[in-house]
Structure formats: structure tokens, C-alpha cells
């Protein structure tokens, strides 16, 4: 990538056959997560060779792009407070940690998430737990209740599955909480998605 005095990007894509189609998204540090674009596409050039183009190019080349869809993805163990959690090595996904040693009562908070507009979001949760278990999130120390969520039996500790919620939420910046009902589960990650 190229940071050009117009303050655009160029990426090159290298020799690409005429008529050929690139799919992709950026993904963009913010605080102790990121935020993923929607898929873009662009279709080469005519006459094949290399194309480079800013992403904020409206070439006629460029065949459709959407606006980005808000994405924050959060590391489980990225949080700025927590009660009687622990941290280990995952298997999921290869590398990183996971919390775990969750009991009854145990919580977790995110500080600065930032909600960009008001409306709905899925909230999905990376979770693992032998028997299943409930846990319940919230925004500022509980002051805003998102609901419950049920985890079915994984089977394992490091058996991965993801479950979701659907919430209103209002725009802002919160801390993002998670509490523990009942104890038997690990988290791995949590993704806001604007829906």
C-alpha cells in the first residue's frame, strides 16, 4: 500500500488478466478491536497488466462497492475490567487466548465501544462449554440490559461454536459488559455488527 500526498491509498494488485474480478474488504484497528468493511469488488482493466487503484477511486473500471457495514471484533481477553476470569491458550482459530474458569457471577467490561449509528445489531459470541450455560450482556455496568443468551452444550471446553443476540442499540460510546449466570463456558470473542 502506497499513502499518496492526496491522502489516498494505492494498492497494487500486480499483473492481473483483462477482465478478471478482485474481491475485497480492509480491515480497520479501533481500541481493542476492528472494524471490517463490506466485501468490494473491482474488475481489471481492459488489455490485462497491472492496475493500481485508490480505494476511493470511481473509475468506471470499478464494477460495484458498497458502503461499509460497522464490524467490531473483541478479543474476550481485551477487557478493561473483570471478576474472577481467567486467560489460557485457544485452540480456535490457531492462535490468541480465550477467558475461561467462568463461575457464576463472573463478569467481564469493554470500555469505549463506540456504537455508530442507533438501530439494530447481532451480537455474536465465540463460546465453548461441556454442558452448556447462560450468560447476560449489558452496556455500562448494567444500566442498559441486552438479554440473556444460552449456550447449548459444545461438548468440550475447547469445542467452538458461535451464538448470537439481535439488539437495539442506541449510537454512542458504552462499556460493553458480559455476566455470567450460570459458571461451564469459555469465550473466545464477540463481534457488533449494524444489521
Known amino acids: 500500500m502506497t ?116 438501530g439494530s445489531y447481532r451480537i455474536e459470541y465465540r463460546v465453548a462449554s461441556p454442558s452448556g450455560a447462560t450468560f447476560s450482556s449489558d452496556l455500562n455496568a448494567g444500566s442498559i440490559q441486552l438479554g440473556s443468551v444460552v449456550i447449548g452444550a459444545t461438548g468440550g471446553w475447547q469445542n467452538w461454536t458461535t451464538v448470537n443476540q439481535t439488539v437495539t442499540l442506541n449510537a454512542g460510546t458504552y462499556s460493553f459488559g458480559i455476566f455470567a449466570q450460570q459458571a461451564g463456558w469459555n469465550i473466545n470473542w464477540f463481534r457488533i455488527t449494524k444489521l
Do not use: K
Request: with cysteine.
Open 3 to 118: 499513502h499518496n500526498a492526496d491522502n489516498s491509498n494505492t494498492y497494487n494488485l500486480g499483473s492481473i488478466p483483462a477482465g478478471a474480478t478482485v474481491r475485497y474488504f480492509f480491515t480497520i484497528a479501533q481500541g481493542a478491536g476492528a472494524i471490517d468493511t463490506a466485501w468490494m469488488q473491482f474488475n481489471c482493466c481492459s488489455g490485462g497488466g497491472t492496475s493500481s487503484t485508490p480505494a476511493s477511486s470511481s473509475r468506471s473500471s470499478v464494477a460495484s462497492s458498497t458502503a461499509p457495514v460497522f464490524t467490531q471484533l473483541v478479543q474476550a481477553e481485551a477487557y478493561t475490567a473483570m471478576s474472577g476470569v481467567q486467560t489460557d491458550a485457544t485452540t480456535d482459530g490457531g492462535t490468541g487466548q480465550y477467558v475461561g474458569w467462568i463461575d457464576a457471577n463472573d463478569w467481564m467490561a469493554y470500555a469505549n465501544i463506540t456504537i455508530p449509528t442507533t
